[in-house]
């Protein structure tokens, strides 16, 4: 099933508001029920394709890590992995 371009341009501009919205979530400006009000009454004028699917789902966590945790876990599997590159480097075999 394609989306239309109607559906996409809803699709985006939900998306895109919803970006800002997070924001301002993070930076404490408005509150977890602020949010909730404001994602459904963007749902509402949006009526964007995913509806409720991807609702307060954070696609993008940080940069270019895409949905990769940005926690312990990650920075543990990219420390073993640089020492692992690091010791193939020296590794004279």
């Known amino acids: 099933m394609r989306m239309t371009a109607d559906e996409f341009d809803r699709e985006l501009r939900y998306q895109t508001v919803m970006i800002f919205v997070r924001k301002m979530l993070d930076q404490g400006l408005i509150t977890e029920e602020e949010y909730c009000r404001i994602d459904t009454k963007n ?4 009526r964007p394709v995913t509806g409720t699917l991807l609702s307060g ?27 692992r590159a690091a010791i193939a480097r020296t590794d004279p075999t």
């Open 43 to 46: 749902r509402a004028k949006f």
């Open 57 to 83: 789902k954070r696609l993008l966590l940080s940069g270019n890590r895409g949905n990769m945790s940005v926690g312990k876990e990650a920075r543990t599997h990219e420390n073993s992995h640089e020492t």
